[in-house]
């Protein structure tokens, strides 16, 4: 278990800073949001790092007021967590249940004031409040699950589907088999190769019940969207790239807002070829770097 500020709380070691979460404008905050709330869930790690000051692996030095700087200061998070929203909150649900540990932490500095020592605050009892929100935000947040389209969505890490390319098995179900395996590879790498940009978004489907329906997604006006990477052509400069066309019905198969959700992506503003801005063929709201033919 790891706690504390510069710790990699992804739960993936990369060997590497590389920031864990695709889609996310900054990914790095979330790290950091994740250190905080993995050091306010855990009393054990409260009593030896914040009071007796003893060494902790990854940890120079920690104490409450590093925590309560970031959530109140630092972050919008304490008034206004729903901005955070693609910045490094995947959705609203991620936004409440910070809103839970920040609430839980003001109602306790309200109560007590702000000149305590830790040691004193973690003795009161509505401390336990701060450690069961930190505690339920932490599990959310280590495994984002959003709501796009009316469906749940698992968003697994960078470092997550670096390990799906080498093995198939993620929690209950595969990713991919031998047979779907060149395509759904191609995906993740091409989501790994533009994280800043994109995620990977994996559901359930009833059939077939062993295997997760991996989705490309990106957050381009504000909400979490289903994209199809193509790679057409400019039929007026020649140039040729990935793109992300939302508008695939194959996209919205089985989900419980289909018709809304295919008539929301068709009505989405479209790009033109990045090089000479001409129409491209097939509707885009995203088309790759200019003068970078078939990079992905
Ligand atoms: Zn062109």
């Not at 508008?247 to 503003?269: I, N």
Request: with cysteine.
């Amino acid at each position: 278990m790891t706690h504390g500020p510069g710790q990699d709380a992804g739960g993936d070691a990369n060997g590497h800073d590389e920031p864990d979460w695709p889609g996310l404008a900054h990914p790095r905050m979330r790290d950091e949001l994740l250190d905080y709330l993995d050091g306010l869930s855990d009393l054990d790690y409260q009593q030896k790092v914040w009071v007796r000051r003893e060494a902790h692996p990854g940890v120079k030095h920690d104490e409450l007021d590093y925590a309560i700087h970031f959530l109140f200061d630092d972050t919008g998070l304490a008034r206004a967590p729903q901005a955070s929203i693609g910045a490094f909150l995947f959705d609203e649900a991620e936004a409440r249940a910070v809103q839970d540990v920040t609430r839980a932490l003001d109602a306790v500095l309200d109560q007590y004031g702000t000149a305590l020592t830790d040691a004193a605050y973690l003795a009161k009892p509505e401390w336990q409040h701060v450690v069961d929100a930190a505690q339920s935000a932490l599990q959310a947040l280590k495994q984002p699950e959003i709501r796009i389209d009316g469906q749940p969505v698992i968003v697994p890490t960078n470092g997550t589907l670096r390990a799906i390319l080498n093995d198939p098995r993620y929690l209950d179900r595969l990713v991919y088999t031998p047979g779907t395996r060149p395509p759904i590879a191609h995906l993740i790498t091409f989501v790994l190769d533009h994280a800043n940009r994109f995620s990977l978004g994996l559901h359930r489907v009833k059939h077939p019940a062993h295997l997760w329906m991996p989705v490309a997604l990106m957050r381009p006006h504000g909400h979490w969207q289903r994209v199809h990477i193509e790679y057409p052509a400019c039929a007026t400069c020649g140039w040729r790239g990935p793109i992300a066309n939302p508008t695939e019905p194959s996209l919205y198969f089985g989900v419980p807002e289909e018709r809304q959700a295919l008539a929301r992506a068709w009505a989405l503003p479209r790009t033109g070829c990045p090089d000479c801005g001409a129409a491209l063929g097939r509707p885009a709201i995203w088309a790759g770097a200019a003068g970078k033919p078939g990079s992905t």
